[in-house]
Structures are given as C-alpha cells and as structure tokens.
C-alpha cells in the first residue's frame, strides 16, 4: 500500500515557507504550560487552531486509549483521552509517529512522552495541511484491554454545510492561524477530530475502489447528487462537504480491501481513526470496515447516429502503446464499438509510440494505431483509418519517453479527409478562403506550435473532413494537466490553482484559430474537443468559448449528467466537446464506462455529440 506519510530529511530549506504557514515551533506560553505543574493532555496538544500551541515541544507522560495501530507506511498508532474537555474544537486525539511497526495494542491504556510536531503529508510546498503529531516517542503501556472510547459520529446532521473559511490575507492567505468554527466550517469540524476514533453508518460510495486500496463515500446522501449515483462538483463553491476517503487498518495481506463502484454502499458501521494523508485529506482510517452493498450501476451505451447524423466523440485512452497487454486493446476497442456506437469520427488521447515509455528516441505510432484499429475491427467495428502528427521526442509531456499526441479516427466509408500538405510537428497550419470557404493550409496539422502555452504539452491537432458534401473543422485537444494544484483541503482557502495559468493561455490560442475560419466563413461547421483538463465553469471553458466562437455542448445536459472523470469523490467535467454557432441542433452523451468503476479501461469517460452537418 501506498505510503500516506512519506518523510522528508530537508527540513531546513522548508523553514522560510514554514514561518509564513505558522508551522514552526511555538510560543512562550506554549512554553510556559510545557513545563507546567499540570499533566498535559491530548486537548492541550491539539489547542484550538490547526497548529499545536506545543508544536517543537517535548511533552511527558501523555495518557490516552490506543484507538488504532497502523504497521505500515506511517508506521505508529493513534491515542485518544476519554477524558473530554468541553470545548468543541480541541481534537481529543492525536497520532504517535513510531517509525518502526509499534508495539502497543489496541485498547492498551499508553503514558507517551516525544516530541510535538505538525508533519505535512506531501511536504510544506505541497499546501495541504498538517498532522499534530508526537515522534519520536517513548511509550509505557498502563494497561490493556480497556474499553475504547466512544467514537464520535460523522454524519449529514454533523457536518456543516459551509465548506471552509476564507484565508487570513496577513498568512498568505492560509487557515492556520484561524480558530477551528466546527460548527460552521466542514474543514473545520474534521480538523477537530484530527486524530480521533470516529464513525459513519452506510453510506453511498461517490468514488470506487482505486489501486491504492481507497473509496470514498458521502454521508450526505442529498449533496448535488450525480443522476447515476456520485456528487457531482459544479462550482468551486460547491467542494461537496459530505465527502470522505476511506482506507483500513488491516494490512492487504491479512485483509483485502472490498471492490466498490459508485453508486455501491457501504453498509453497517465504519469506525477508526481520522487521519489526513496528501491524496485526499480526511480519512477514515478503518479498523472496523463496513460492508459494500453492490448497487446495480453498468457501464453505458450511446445511442447510435442515424444515416444523415454525423458522430464525432473524444476518448482519453489512458497512454496506451503496443507495450499494454491485448486485453486492454481489446477492451478499448470493445467500447468504441458497443459503447460508443462506432462513432464517424474518433478524436483518441494519450495515443504513446510505438514503444511506450521506452526513452529512445521514438516518436512514430504506427504500431500503437494498427493494433487498435485491428481490434476495433476484430470487435465487429469499421476499417478506421487515422491521421496524426507525429511530435519532436520529448516535447509533449506525459510519460517520459511516450510521447502522446491526439490521433483522429475516421470510418471512411462515412466520411472522408482532406488533405492539405500535412504538418509536422513544428509548421502550423493555418486558415485560408478557398472557392468562398475556409480551409486549413494543413491538414492534418498542428495550432500554433511555436506558442510558449504548448511548451512541454500537447499541441492541437487540426483536420478538416467532409460527411455527405459538407466540410467539418475538428480540432482535438490535450490541455496542460492540474498538476501542482492544491487540493481542495489546502490550508489554503480558496486553494492555489496554478496550473490554471496555462490551459488559459492554451484555450486563448485555440479560440483564436477557431476566429480564424469563423472569419472566413461565419457558418463553418466546428468542433473543438478532447481533454481540455478542466471544468465545464472554468475559466479554461470561458476563454475557449470568448466572443461565441464556441459553446460547451456538456453544458446542454442536465446538472447531474454533467461528468467525465472522478476525483476524490467528486464526479467532474474534464473532457469536452465544444461546438462553433453553426450546430444548433446536437445530441450530447457522456458516456459513463469508466470514472464511476473499480475495474476500468481508462480513467476517462467519452464524450459523444451527435448533429447534421
């Protein structure tokens, strides 16, 4: 299993960033009340903001119930006191980093004497918040097999329904500084239970079981509920505050971790710890782990196009090379076929060359292409035929080595491309007025490549094609990733984006060139599609759409169909498919085949929009 508490030994570097954070060691009546007359208690460790008023402090003689042992990542264990004080936002809880697999049980009554500190999971450039901890800890076991003290219940009735406060401008924008509200703030009310023994009844499960032993449910059964069972993130306002990861105690070994899909619930009661890792946040650490329901969710399938309808859909095929086993070409293909119902055209993502993540020099994908149109054809699908450009070696970003680029697919017994002198990886094509209409110098070709927004990421890939006498502009895309981004439990609040700065500038460039050929030609039939890595809200989609060049055809159905991808429980629009004023009639399907599954062939749904050119 993966390690939720990598540890890092640069820490002096990090001290600057620390300072602005407040995570460096505390105050003076920290100290003070460190050397006290008084024992300190776990609430006293906590103290009322994010940061531990004894933070680089040593404490003596700690007491408290062991409530979980975890023996391996992060090794160590969870105390609590069951003695509460009466204030709501001191966490009665707190993790006992031990390095080695600890030797406490659970139920053992613990005095720990260590040091106190504010780990942060990911490290301090990450933005997530911090874990109130003790390390390198002595530990003398009272007493054994004491009652457990009562875990406190997570529910829709607990939870509030504001998600976080805003930052204090004077910390850069961080929460803390702040004093916990948990009875205002969603972050808030699990930042004070940081390190408790708490539990949820059955819930729905909003984000299926993921190679990391993890799902994520709701207790919020009602919360912007997707029409297939998820909770769909439509807004940065709306960070859907019933959502929680869950993980286990039990090491795989001893106890698989169940396979659930969205939709599925998880039934009975779930009970442990509440960690924070940096892959989510708040975590149910279980040590009593429910049991999954399986509901009744299967994979889609789209309607087919009708003779005089043309079918154009995008598929992010997860960087898929001849190097993957045949069953995950089978399986793609099978889609392509059943799911999307052979769509005329196909824009693929994440196509690598023909040798995967081999760092060689490759950059043809010849292969990639002939085994995956041999396997749509071997499903029952067309003879498709593909266009491309290839890319210079390492220049597009993704896998090291793998070179993805956006392919077209085309079943040429629907529709035929024009070629125009193909591009190459560095010559852009360009708009010209051909016999009264636009037309691309080339074709296929590429958008701009020069432009400093497709530095190490893909460059649109730009075709024209004919369906029954009318030209088509499509325009595929791969958008720069959300990598770097903070997460939504970020101290803070709102969370950085920064990788928002390129996609804008991409999505300029993009919007520009479809100008371009309205400026030719007004009614110019045009789509512009693929995974533009970002929301259908987004400051991305707006600027792809500036001056009503383009319209977000997911935005044509209704709020809880609208999703492609699904991340920490949050279901989410990432693939597109954007449509120029000239397609005013159109059907739109998300096809929903892999985000909501366990089991899936790509991380990604498809994207489908049908319409007569």
Request: cysteine-free.
């Amino acid at each position: 299993m993966r390690s939720s508490h990598p540890r890092s030994a640069a820490v002096a570097a990090l001290v600057a960033t620390a300072l602005a954070t407040g995570l460096l060691a505390g105050s003076a009546d920290a100290a003070e009340g460190a050397v006290s007359a008084d024992p300190i208690r776990i609430h006293d460790i906590q103290g009322t903001t994010r940061i531990s008023p004894l933070n680089g402090k040593q404490v003596a003689d700690v007491e408290g119930i062991v409530t979980g042992v975890r023996t391996y990542g992060s090794r160590g264990f969870w105390i609590q006191d069951p003695d509460a004080d009466d204030n709501d936002a001191t966490s009665e809880g707190v993790f006992v980093f031990t390095s080695s697999v600890p030797t406490v049980a659970v139920g053992d009554a613990v005095k720990v004497s260590g040091t106190v500190g504010e780990y942060v999971p990911g490290g301090l450039t990450s933005g997530n918040q911090s874990v109130t901890q003790i390390s390198k800890p002595t530990v003398t076991v009272v007493s054994s097999g004491n009652a457990l003290p009562e875990a406190t219940a997570i529910n829709e009735y607990s939870v509030p329904a504001e998600y976080a406060p805003a930052g204090d401008p004077a910390a850069a924008g961080s929460v803390n500084g702040l004093t916990l509200e948990p009875a205002r703030y969603a972050l808030d009310y699990y930042e004070s239970l940081e390190g408790m023994n708490v539990k949820i009844g059955t819930s729905r499960v909003v984000g299926a079981t993921d190679p990391y032993s993890e799902l994520w449910v709701t207790v919020k059964g009602w919360e912007n509920t997707a029409k297939r069972g998820g909770t769909i993130y439509g807004s940065y306002e709306s960070q859907n505050t019933g959502r929680l990861q869950i993980q286990q105690l039990a090491p795989l070994a001893q106890q698989p971790f169940p396979v659930a899909n969205v939709g599925d619930k998880l039934t009975g009661t779930t009970e442990g710890p509440l960690d924070f890792n940096q892959f989510g946040g708040y975590t149910l650490v279980a040590r009593t782990l429910g049991t999954v329901k399986a509901g009744t969710l299967a994979p889609e399938k789209t309607k087919p196009q009708v003779e005089q309808e043309l079918a154009v859909a995008t598929y992010n095929v997860e960087n898929l090379d001849p190097t993957d086993p045949q069953e995950k070409f089978d399986a793609l293909a099978k889609a392509v076929v059943e799911n999307l119902a052979s769509p005329d055209i196909l824009a693929l993502e994440e196509i690598q060359d023909d040798n995967g993540a081999k760092n060689d020099g490759t950059v043809s994908a010849e292969q990639t292409l002939t085994k995956f149109t041999a396997a749509i054809a071997a499903a029952g699908g067309p003879a498709y035929q593909w266009r491309t450009v290839n890319p210079e070696d390492k220049k597009d970003g993704g896998e090291p080595g793998g070179n993805i680029r956006q392919v077209f697919l085309f079943n040429p017994a629907r529709v035929s491309f024009t070629e125009r002198a193909p591009g190459d990886a560095v010559t852009a094509t360009g708009v010209v007025k051909e016999n009264g209409k636009a037309a691309l110098t080339h074709s296929p070709g590429r958008i701009d490549p020069a432009n400093p927004a497709w530095a190490d990421s893909r460059k649109p890939l730009a075709g024209e094609f004919v369906f029954r006498g009318k030209t088509v502009f499509v325009i595929a895309n791969h958008f720069g990733s959300k990598g770097g981004d903070e997460g939504l439990t970020s101290h803070h609040q709102p969370p950085v984006r920064s990788s928002e700065a390129k996609r804008l500038l991409q999505a300029q460039a993009v919007n520009g060139f479809v100008k371009q050929i309205l400026a030719e030609d007004k009614n110019a039939n045009v789509l512009v599609l693929g995974d533009i890595n970002d929301f259908e809200f987004s400051a991305t989609t707006d600027a792809l759409a500036d001056g009503g060049a383009l319209y977000p055809a997911i935005k044509s159905l209704p709020k809880a169909e609208r999703y492609s991808y699904v991340y920490q429980g949050n279901a989410q629009v990432l693939d597109q498919i954007l449509t120029s004023p000239a397609i005013k009639k159109f059907t739109y399907d998300s096809v929903h085949i892999n985000a909501e599954f366990a089991a899936q062939n790509s991380d990604h749904d498809p994207q489908v929009l049908r319409f007569r050119p």
